[in-house]
């Protein structure tokens, strides 16, 4: 008789706990979509200050190319000089232009994407920045190989004749440095960004329904007990 009792009070305790837990409140697990677009939308403006800050740099190689070309001493490695600067200038404003010009757009397109799919946002974001940070590093170390390698040539073309050929290698130098310095800091607001999405926590809320299964499991748990 005490292990048929002992047995029911198992069974009963068994049948309790599998209520409670079948009607414990689901969990919905979603990735906050204000964080997502709070760190995409400082991330949209920090494009928009590079736009301004690239382009800046490019009126300044151009108006230096054109210095040193019109109004230099009038030497053959100061018109040297002005040839890569002028190009890097025309190419340096171009960039600006074009992020100042598509940075709005992107925004917008996330909004939408934020509202319908936080998570997927988020896991596009993290995707891009991935795929814009090895494009960096792929640039950044042809642009070190151009300044050792434009500051090399320079250093060799010390004949009588070579004046504007080792104009072209100092300009070239110059600007290249000026990109690795332009394109480093681009890396590092993509790394700042992503480590940022990386870092967005889970928001858990109950789902539908989890609530009224509960009372349920309740109030069987409580009528088995009497």
């Given at each position: 008789m005490v292990g048929r009792t002992s047995r029911a009070k198992l069974f009963r305790a068994l049948v309790v706990a599998a209520v409670a837990a079948c009607s414990a409140p689901r969990l919905a697990r979603a990735h906050d979509?204000?964080?997502?677009?709070?760190?995409?939308?400082?991330?949209?403006?920090?494009?928009?200050?590079?736009?301004?800050?690239?382009g800046s740099v490019g009126v300044l190689s151009?108006?230096?190319?054109?210095g040193l070309y019109r109004f230099g001493a009038g030497s053959d490695v100061e018109r040297g000089m002005a040839y890569p600067i002028g190009a890097f200038g025309v190419l340096q404003t171009a960039i600006g232009v074009g992020s100042l010009l598509r940075?709005?757009?992107?925004?917008?397109?996330l909004d939408a994407l934020v509202l319908r799919s936080p998570e997927e946002a988020r896991r596009r974001e993290i995707d891009r920045m991935r795929t814009l940070r090895q494009a960096f590093l792929a640039i950044e170390i042809v642009e070190a190989l151009v300044v050792v390698g434009a500051a090399g040539y320079a250093a060799t073309r010390t004949s009588p004749g070579q004046e504007r050929s080792r104009g072209v290698g100092l300009g070239l130098a110059m600007?290249?440095?000026?990109?690795?310095?332009l394109d480093g800091i681009a890396a590092a607001r993509a790394s700042v960004y992503a480590g940022q999405l990386d870092a967005i926590s889970l928001s858990v809320a109950p789902a539908a329904g989890g609530r009224g299964l509960s009372l349920v499991g309740s109030f069987l748990a409580l009528s088995w007990h009497c």
């Open positions: 979509g204000a964080a997502v677009r709070t760190h995409a939308h400082a991330w949209f403006d920090g494009e928009r200050r590079s736009g301004w800050l690239w151009l108006g230096a190319a054109t940075g709005s757009g992107r925004a917008d397109e600007e290249g440095g000026a990109m690795l310095l």
